[in-house]
Nanobody, 129 residues
Framework: QVQLVESGGGLVQAGGSLRLSCAASGIIASINAMGWYRQAPGKQRELVAAISSCGSTNYADSVKGRFTISRDNAKNTVYLQMNSLKPEDTAVYYC???????????????????????WGQGTQVTVSS
């Protein structure tokens, strides 16, 4: 019914930049907050950055001043611009949407329902020293 698809990961040298994208597909009426998480080998998944539906943002202390999260509501897409990358930024990056309102067809006619806590499949970011 709804899918989040990430792109933009890859291998970059320390000090370089990457831009991640995450597009939501489906019959989407609205998306609440969206965020980027990452998980390095042997570590727990952590929040990197989040953005509300009206554009308010928050960042992990480790990425403040280097990463910028943004969204295009018309395209149902969230972005993560990552600058001044460090080897410790190496991880699989996941996109998350805490609530997506989608349209569905029922025997009673079309309606909308919420889908909670959607995740993308992840994209690998590797920063070499």
């Amino acid at each position: 019914q709804v899918q989040l698809v990430e792109s933009g990961g890859g291998l970059v040298q320390a000090g370089g930049s990457l831009r991640l994208s995450c597009a939501a597909s489906g019959i989407i009426a609205s998306i609440n907050a969206m965020g980027w998480y990452r998980q390095a080998p042997g570590k727990q998944r952590e929040l990197v950055a989040a953005i509300s539906s009206c554009g308010s943002t928050n960042y992990a202390d480790s990425v403040k001043g280097r990463f910028t999260i943004s969204r295009d509501n018309a395209k149902n897409t969230v972005y993560l611009q990552m600058n001044s990358l460090k080897p410790e930024d190496t991880a699989v990056y996941y996109c998350n949407a805490d609530r997506i309102t989608i349209g569905i067809s029922t025997r009673m006619g079309p309606t909308v329902i919420p889908v909670f806590d959607s995740w993308g499949q992840g994209t690998q970011v590797t920063v070499s020293s």
